[in-house]
């Protein structure tokens, strides 16, 4: 039986730049929400770092994670995020159920 698919995503924007990966978020989340498999898609400021994100993604399967990642619009997005991230992100796989 597939489990979902739990992801925390952290970002950093390049000093000053976090305005755009605002921008960027709020263009691609409805699309991003209307892919099969995508359960939830949020993303959070860090408190008081305006230049630091937090994403929570939450996915079906392993296969609608897998699907969303070579998507046209995930591509693009992929592609333009270094002109304003510090780096990479960093993705973290949650396991599936709350420790208590």
């Keep these: 039986m ?8 952290l970002i950093t924007t390049l000093p000053g730049r976090g305005r755009e ?13 209307a892919e099969e498999g995508c359960i939830r898609y949020d993303m959070h400021q860090v408190s008081g770092d305006p230049d630091r994100f937090a ?11 897998a699907a ?6 995930m591509i693009e997005a992929d592609a333009a995020s270094p002109a ?8 973290i796989e949650l396991d599936a159920a709350p420790l208590a």
Excluded: C, K
Excluded at 55 to 65: G, P, T
């Design 2 to 9: 597939p489990s979902n698919v739990r992801l925390l995503i």
């Design 68 to 73: 969303h990642d070579v998507t046209p619009h």
């Design 21 to 33: 990966q605002i921008e960027a978020y709020e263009r691609l989340a409805p699309t991003v929400r």
């Design 55 to 65: 994403l929570v993604e939450e996915w079906s399967s392993r296969e609608a994670l």
């Design 84 to 91: 304003f991230r510090a780096g990479p992100a960093e993705v």
